[in-house]
Nanobody, 118 residues
Framework: VQLQASGGGSVQAGESLRLSCVAS????????MAWYRQAPGKQRELVAR???????NYADSVKGRFFISRENARNTVYLQMNSLKPEDTAVYFC?????????????WGQGTQVTVSS
């Protein structure tokens, strides 16, 4: 299993970024996917999740600003991040989750840094 995240960078508050995560080594279409983030000195937290039926859920802190989507034909999950705030600064991790149809455990990508300056 491999998860390759990309799209991070340094932006000003109010700007947008789109993260991508390309998956391989498992059946992507049946797998629930998520994005987590970890800021310095803080625990890793769930940002957004999309299941294999494309149902989504979000952390309260990003609702209405971030949008998760998936493209099964490309084995890719995206995180569109709009109206970014300095508190969104973190390393963002792609996550493939276990479910009865697919994986038996969690897998993590390498992380991509997002830095938002005021």
């Amino acid at each position: 299993v491999q998860l390759q995240a990309s799209g991070g960078g340094s932006v000003q508050a109010g700007e947008s970024l789109r993260l991508s995560c390309v998956a391989s080594g498992f059946i992507f279409s049946v797998t629930d996917m998520a994005w987590y983030r970890q800021a310095p000195g803080k625990q890793r937290e769930l940002v957004a999740r999309i299941n294999n039926n494309a149902n989504t859920n979000y952390a309260d802190s990003v609702k209405g600003r971030f949008f998760i989507s998936r493209e099964n034909a490309r084995n890719t999950v995206y995180l569109q991040m709009n109206s970014l705030k300095p508190e969104d600064t973190a390393v963002y991790f792609c996550n493939a989750q276990p479910n009865p149809s697919g994986l038996s455990r969690n897998y993590w990508g390498q992380g991509t840094q997002v830095t938002v300056s005021s």
